[in-house]
């Protein structure tokens, strides 16, 4: 599996990341894996009703952008303390692809001391509280699986910024959204993993065995891409 990187360090937006996995999707015929940060954005599923499960008024009060995927799923916050996690296969089976993905990255984790283990179709857990959630969508011949890991993410800002339906919590057990969530730096070795940077680079050596990195060029026609996606 190669390790798309970009040429650059130039901050970008969660537009730009959602288009360089249709670009990646449609350029780069083997199996693709690559990690991302963003600034305070809100993500929300293709069918999810923008009014009933985001807080406006904050997140424009604060600067915290708002983008639809083209996924399912449900609504999620990412900072640059959480990482955003982009893997791009052959069209297949959706269970199958989760399924096997889902059980890499759960022993991904394993190998850092951590108790993770899966949880239903698409979450992982670290000692009972999520730390990962992850969608699927799937073009004509490619499939991707793009999915959040916390890391330090501020859980202030994300239980102000999403309003998950309260049945939603329920079927979990719990209150609030702060309740159901953890970070990895709590559950960490600092002496193993002591930063972000050390995590994402723990993770792309464990999933991949080569690099591909994208040209200028490239850049140029997922920035045109990423006017595909409704951002609010």
Known sequence: MKNIILPDKIERSLAFWLAMEEFVAKSVEEEAFFVWRVAPTVIIGRNQ???????????????????????????????KDNLMISYVSRRGDVAEIFERYLSAFTSCLCSLGLMAEKSG????????????????????????????????????????????????????GVASVRQRVGNLKDSLDPAVIGSIDVLENHIVNHFCDGTLCLTEEDIRIIEEMSSDYEQF
């Open 49 to 79: 009703v923008l009014e009933a499960e985001v807080n406006l008024d904050y997140c424009r009060r604060h600067g915290v952008k708002i983008v639809r995927r083209k996924s399912g799923g449900g609504c999620v916050y990412a900072d």
């Open 121 to 172: 179709r698409n979450d992982i857990l670290v000692n009972g509280r999520k730390v990962s959630g992850n969608a699927f969508h799937q073009l004509p011949d490619r499939s991707i699986v793009h999915g959040t890991l916390l890391y330090n993410t501020d859980f202030d800002a994300l239980e102000e910024a999403i309003r998950p339906p309260v049945e939603k919590l329920q079927r979990h």
